[in-house]
C-alpha cells in the first residue's frame, strides 16, 4: 500500500505541478525576485536602464575645462526629474591572457619587460567602474520607450563633458550581477553555460 500510494503522489498532477514550483524557484531571478528582458531589470512595477559611465581625467584639465564640465554636470543634474541612483562598484580583472601574449612577446623594451614582472606578481588586479540606474514606474509596454528617452538625453548631457556612457545590454547585466555577488570572483557569467544563472543544475 505504501508504495503504490507512493506511485500515486509521484505521478498525480499537483504533485508534478508542486515539484516544477520548487525546481522553478531555484532559478537565480525568482529568489531574487527580479527579472532581465529587453535589457531592463523588472522589478514589480520598476523598469531601469543600468549605464555604464566612462571617466575623465579631471586633474589634468585647464581651469577652462574644469569649470565648463562642472557646469555641464549642473545642468545635467538639475534636468533629472525621474528616479536615478549612481553607484561605485570595485571589478577584478583577470590578467592571465594579457601576461600569456607578453610572455610570448621576445622584445627587449625594458619597460615593457617591468609591466611583464608587475602582471606576474599581481594577477589580481582591481578597477572601480562607475554606473547610473535610470528607473520608470508603470507598464510594461510604456518602460522601454520612456528609458530609452531618458537614457539617451542623460548620455548626450554628459557626452557633452566627454564623458562617454553605455546602457548595459541583458548578458551585461548578468555579469554585473555575477560580480556582485561574487567579489572576489574575474569571472563572467558569460563564459559559463547557461545553467550559470541557476542556483542548481541537475544531471542531463
Request: charged share 25%.
Amino acid at each position: 500500500k505504501k508504495n503504490i500510494n507512493l506511485e500515486i503522489k509521484q505521478n498525480s498532477p499537483i504533485a508534478s505541478q508542486e515539484y516544477g514550483k520548487r525546481k522553478a524557484n531555484k532559478q537565480l531571478a525568482n529568489l531574487l525576485e527580479f527579472k532581465i528582458k529587453d535589457n531592463m531589470i523588472c522589478l514589480g512595477n520598476r523598469y531601469s536602464y543600468i549605464i555604464k559611465l566612462g571617466n575623465i581625467d579631471y586633474n589634468m584639465l585647464s581651469n577652462q575645462e574644469q569649470d565648463s564640465i562642472e557646469s555641464i554636470l549642473t545642468q545635467t543634474a538639475l534636468a533629472i526629474d525621474y528616479p536615478v541612483q549612481f553607484f561605485s562598484t570595485t571589478e577584478f580583472i583577470d590578467t592571465s591572457k594579457i601576461v600569456n601574449l607578453i610572455k610570448q612577446n621576445k622584445t627587449q623594451n625594458p619597460k615593457v619587460e617591468d609591466y611583464k614582472s608587475y602582471l606576474v606578481e599581481n594577477r589580481s588586479i582591481s578597477v572601480v567602474k562607475n554606473y547610473a540606474i535610470i528607473s520608470y514606474d508603470g507598464l510594461y509596454e510604456n518602460a522601454v520607450q520612456e528609458l530609452e528617452r531618458k537614457a539617451t538625453s542623460f548620455k548626450g548631457n554628459l557626452l557633452r563633458a566627454k564623458i562617454v556612457c553605455n546602457t548595459l545590454s541583458e548578458d551585461e547585466l548578468y555579469n554585473l550581477i555575477y560580480r556582485e555577488l561574487n567579489k572576489n570572483s574575474a569571472i563572467s557569467i558569460s563564459t559559463l553555460k547557461e545553467g550559470g544563472k541557476n542556483l542548481h543544475v541537475g544531471k542531463t
